[in-house]
Nanobody, 122 residues
């Protein structure tokens, strides 16, 4: 069973950028596809992006295309989410999640991290 730990969040000014990391342990990382989600205060969790097990396929929510880039380094057991031109509305807790499904996007993620807070000031 894989465990996920996110890092890289913080307080950033609008227009800045961040790279979030999702570090995995406890399993063969290349067996898992990974997605990023975010949840803003008072809002439902929102899908951001997904990357396949070997990183050949990526998938983004329509509203996330352009400023968000998902990538992975299986040698480091880590998935990254680069966010450019941050906006105050990007403020949220960002979580990663893993699945053994080969579908893109998958119907379900089975393992979740605790999340990392991103706060964007105007």
């Amino acid at each position: 069973q894989v465990q996920l730990i996110e890092s890289g969040g913080g307080l950033v000014q609008a227009g800045g950028s961040l790279r979030l990391s999702c570090a995995a342990s406890g399993g063969t990382f290349s067996n898992y596809a990974v997605g990023w989600f975010r949840q803003a205060p008072g809002k439902e969790r929102e899908f951001v992006a997904h990357i396949s097990r070997l990183g050949y396929t990526t998938y983004y929510a329509d509203s996330m295309k352009g400023r968000f880039t998902i990538s992975r380094d299986n040698a480091q057991n880590t998935v990254f989410l680069q966010i450019l031109s941050l906006k105050p509305e990007d403020t949220a807790v960002y979580c990663c999640a893993a699945t053994v499904s080969a579908l893109t996007p998958p119907s379900k993620y089975y393992y979740w991290g605790q999340g990392t807070q991103v706060t964007v000031s105007s």
